[in-house]
Nanobody, 112 residues
Framework: VQLVESGGGLVQPGGSLKLSCAAS????????MNWHRQAPGKERELVAT????????WYGDSVKGRFTISRDNYKNTLYLQMNSLKPEDTAVYYC??????WGQGTQVTVSS
């Protein structure tokens, strides 16, 4: 099983980034998928969740209206579009498959 995040980097406040999570080794289309993040000195938090078919998504209050989670079950890939980024969005972002599998994370830094 592999979950490989990409797309992180350094961006200015107000900017955008799109994260990807490429999945392999399990039946991606049957899993609820999640994005989590962990900032320095803080606990890991759930950012967004999407159902297996992509028909329903949930967002944490801190990102609602700015982030969009999506998935492509043909490409076995999960996405997180992040707009209007703020310095407090700086964290390592992880994708997670259900309760089972974690990726290695990708760093997002929002700074001028």
């Amino acid at each position: 099983v592999q979950l490989v995040e990409s797309g992180g980097g350094l961006v200015q406040p107000g900017g955008s980034l799109k994260l990807s999570c490429a999945a392999s080794g399990f039946t991606f289309s049957t899993y609820v998928m999640n994005w989590h993040r962990q900032a320095p000195g803080k606990e890991r938090e759930l950012v967004a969740t999407i159902t297996s078919t992509g028909g329903y998504a949930w967002y944490g209050d801190s990102v609602k209206g700015r982030f969009t989670i999506s998935r492509d079950n043909y490409k076995n890939t999960l996405y997180l579009q992040m707009n209007s980024l703020k310095p407090e969005d700086t964290a390592v972002y992880y994708c997670r498959a259900g309760m089972d599998y974690w990726g290695q994370g990708t760093q997002v830094t929002v700074s001028s």
